[in-house]
T-cell receptor, first 115, second 113 residues
Framework: GDSVTQTEGPVTVSESESLIINCTYS????????LFWYVRYPGEGLQLLLK?????QKGSSRGFEATYNKETTSFHLQKASVQESDSAVYYC????????????FGSGTQLTVMP | EAAVTQSPRSKVAVTGGKVTLSCHQT?????MYWYRQDTGHGLRLIHY???????EKGDIPDGYKASRPSQENFSLILELASLSQTAVYFC????????????FGPGTRLLVL
């Protein structure tokens, strides 16, 4: 079936360090999946961080980047230098580009950035 | 001015009791969704709706009903709450053309005792 696996948390890094949160997916019933990173800040709902719909393309937002790699079925989230304000829960998700509309989420990765 | 709001933000319910979770969106979106998240797991779809007065089942609809009385409002109803329904519940909305880009509310933490 369709599924998403991501780095288990919690993850703790120091401010200005680099970050990578791994995400791999299985899209057996979705021919051309769209890939997403959502973020949930404390007390708020999930927000779309970035979306990539084409294999080989990179999405970026707020200093975060993720590249849609169809060969390795991966969509890792990276940031060169994190800030304390990046502390949140990050969710990788996949969705269909047509037909089915459902989002399939990973379990989330809790990130804490220490000052 | 949050576009998707949920109420209550947290609730304690008794086993066998009725629970209603409410969601309101000001995005003017046609699609609305209810997800639940259990600790250590991803969000799973319970019910969704693409038009007022109509609801559809998601992956895990058993034990839940949904109601969409207007475009803006979408409720999730637990007629007989059970311990296994303790979770965080998220509501979301999306446009028809980009259904998989969803906008979420802050969540409702439900504890069933």
């Amino acid at each position: 079936g369709d599924s998403v696996t991501q780095t288990e948390g919690p993850v703790t890094v120091s401010e200005s360090e680099s970050l990578i949160i791994n995400c791999t997916y299985s899209a057996t019933s979705i021919a051309y999946p769209n890939l997403f990173w959502y973020v949930r800040y404390p007390g708020e709902g999930l927000q779309l961080l970035l979306k990539v719909i084409t294999a080989g393309q990179k999405g970026s937002s707020r200093g975060f980047e993720a590249t849609y790699n169809k060969e390795t079925t991966s969509f890792h989230l990276q940031k060169a230098s994190v800030q304390e304000s990046d502390s949140a829960v990050y969710y990788c998700a996949l969705g269909a580009s047509s037909g089915s509309w459902q989002l399939i989420f990973g379990s989330g990765t809790q990130l804490t950035v220490m000052p | 001015e949050a576009a998707v709001t949920q109420s209550p933000r947290s609730k304690v319910a008794v086993t066998g009791g009725k629970v209603t979770l409410s969601c309101h969106q000001t995005n003017n979106h046609d699609y609305m969704y209810w997800y639940r998240q259990d600790t250590g797991h991803g969000l799973r779809l319970i019910h969704y709706s693409y038009v007022a007065d109509s609801t559809e089942k998601g992956d895990i609809p058993d034990g839940y009903k949904a109601s969409r009385p207007s475009q803006e409002n979408f409720s999730l109803i637990l007629e007989l709450a059970s311990l296994s329904q303790t979770a965080v519940y998220f509501c979301a909305s999306s446009e028809s053309g980009t259904k998989d880009t969803q906008y979420f509310g802050p969540g409702t933490r439900l504890l069933v005792l």
